[in-house]
């Protein structure tokens, strides 16, 4: 079945610094990705939305320029928290799909446990 | 625009019973459903997806929907609890009707099963 692996699982980083998130596709090609954030006990907050080789679409109030968005292979895309503050912290989950008659539908990485102190 | 409704943030069932989780839907659209079960500190694995199909739904662990149009609910259900189900539990509706839209997701109901 398809499989979505995404790395780090957890990451402690000091406030100011960059955190960057892995989500790769290991088995089929991923032309759309989702990152949701998940606070403690709460439910998944759809982040953005990103697409082969172009731009990510940010949901509103998400910081584009604090959660950058790469998407540049049909098996990668990475989510880079930028100057974390303690705020940030949070369960980050990726999530693949493709298109086509066989439409796999959702697949969702095993999750990112960031801490920033 | 579209949105799910979970009732019930926190369902406590006894081993062996019936495991009847409620979800709700809003769509202006034929709708995509999902569940989702997630475990602690892990992401999320889908049981079972309504795509305009069959009404009835088997996914995976013995866990089945039903798509109710005139009710526009999508409960999830098992017939015999396992101490294993303890987890939680997201229905959550494709934004646009296509399997490939963004998902919006209900808010969760934590479910425990008692020995």
């Known amino acids: 079945g398809a499989v979505v692996s995404q790395h780090p699982s957890r990451v402690i980083c000091k406030s100011g610094t960059s955190v960057k998130i892995e989500c790769r596709s290991l088995?089929?090609?991923?032309?759309?990705m989702f990152w949701y954030r998940q606070f403690p006990k709460k439910s998944l907050m759809l982040m953005a939305t990103?697409?082969?080789?172009?731009?990510?679409?940010?949901e509103q109030g998400v910081e584009k320029d604090k959660f950058l968005i790469n998407h540049a292979s049909l098996t990668l895309s990475t989510l880079t928290v930028t100057s974390a503050h303690p705020e940030d912290s949070s369960f980050y989950i990726c999530?693949?799909?493709?298109?086509?008659?066989?439409?796999?539908?959702?697949?969702f990485g095993s999750g990112t446990r960031l801490t920033v102190v | 625009a579209q949105s799910v409704t979970q009732l019930g943030s926190h369902v406590s069932v006894s081993e062996g019973a019936l495991v009847l989780l409620r979800c709700n839907y809003s769509?202006?659209?034929?709708?995509?459903l999902f569940w989702y079960v997630q475990y602690p500190n892990q992401g999320l694995q889908l049981l079972l997806k309504?795509?305009?199909?069959?009404?009835l739904v088997k996914g995976i662990n013995g866990f089945e929907a039903e798509f109710k149009k005139s009710e526009t609910s999508f409960h999830l259900t098992k017939p015999s609890a396992h101490m294993s189900d303890a987890a939680e539990y997201f229905c959550?509706?494709?934004?646009?009707?296509?399997?490939?839209?963004?998902?919006?997701f209900g808010t969760g109901t934590l479910l425990a099963v008692q020995p």
């Open positions: 309504y795509t305009s199909a069959a009404t």
């Open positions: 959550a509706v494709s934004v646009g009707g296509g399997a490939t839209n963004k998902l919006i």
């Open positions: 088995d089929f090609q991923a032309t759309t």
């Open positions: 999530s693949a799909s493709s298109p086509g008659p066989t439409t796999i539908g959702y697949t």
């Open positions: 990103s697409n082969e080789g172009s731009k990510a679409t940010y």
């Open positions: 769509s202006s659209v034929p709708p995509y």
